[in-house]
């Protein structure tokens, strides 16, 4: 294996014997001159292949040791999680564990509101979390506050959804774009893609469709009568989601059960109120 960029002393961008690009961890890989030829082998901790060369910039600013336990804390979520990752997360998992660690010490937490959601739907990933905060304080004697582990989930949770829905990224993007330009047509509203109602509800989004792709959908006629008394109470909650299902059903070729489509109204009718509550604070 070729050495050929320095990164830090345990870091190091390599070419492999087919010349493919990667970024290698290992004791003291990055210490002599580049470029060089590794011929130890067994100093290789773990390889992180297709990485977007912008976040090359990005790694030298984050410490080292923040780097190196973001790949031991991949590394678990490997075999948990038994997925394909999307290799660029050491860079965004890295990034967020500094930036915590920042907030940390300064006494700032940041609450997460869709935490229920996130644990009922993402076990795994929550006990990735739990894991990772762990390693954190183990390796770098900072004990982050238990909020982080929804938010180092959330990490994996997006990494992997290209595998578990197998739609691709850009299809899901052009879904949720859709969707929320419906709602905010339809309600006069205008929602922040920054804001915790909004990925509350994408998180939502992304859980229906990797149900719909693998066909386990819920289907077990349990929001019948609700529906009736939901549609009464939210006519236009009722009607624009029921414009959103036909247009995702069309898109995928799929067919939207009646328990599914309730669940998403659901999740419509509380962003809305959220939205609407947030407003007549800001008045």
Do not use: W
């Not at 996130?118 to 390693?135: D, H, M, N, T, W």
């Amino acid at each position: 294996m070729q050495v050929i960029k320095r990164i830090n002393n345990n870091v190091a961008v390599c070419l492999d014997q087919n010349h493919d690009e990667l970024v290698a961890f290992g004791k003291g890989i990055g210490y002599p001159k580049t470029p060089y030829e590794l011929t130890d082998l067994s100093k290789i901790k773990l390889t992180f292949y297709r990485i977007d060369s912008r976040n090359f910039k990005l790694i030298k600013e984050i410490p080292e040791n923040v780097l190196e336990v973001s790949a031991d804390i991949i590394q678990q979520a490997q075999t948990i999680l038994s997925q394909d990752l999307n290799q660029n997360i050491l860079f965004s998992l890295a990034d967020h564990i500094n930036f915590a660690i920042e907030r940390s010490k300064k006494g700032i937490r940041i609450d997460y509101p869709f935490s229920y959601d996130i644990r009922s739907f993402y076990p795994k990933e929550c006990q990735v979390g739990e894991i990772a905060l762990k390693l954190i304080e183990q390796k770098l004697n900072v004990k982050l506050s238990s909020e982080e582990v929804i938010a180092i989930a959330m990490h994996f949770i997006n990494s992997q959804v290209v595998t578990k829905l197998q739609i691709s990224e850009d299809s899901f993007n052009s879904i949720a774009d859709l969707i929320v330009k419906e709602i905010e047509q339809q309600f006069k509203l205008k929602i922040n893609r920054n804001s915790f109602i909004y990925n509350r509800f994408i998180t939502h989004l992304r859980y229906y469709l990797k149900r719909l792709e693998s066909n386990e959908q819920i289907d077990d006629g349990s929001s019948k009568l609700l529906r009736t008394s939901f549609k009464e109470s939210y006519p236009k909650v009722y009607q624009c989601t029921v414009d959103i299902i036909n247009q995702i059903d069309e898109k995928l070729r799929t067919n939207t059960t009646d328990d599914e489509e309730f669940y998403l109204m659901i999740y419509v009718q509380r962003m809305i109120t959220q939205l609407n509550s947030e407003e007549s604070e800001n008045e």
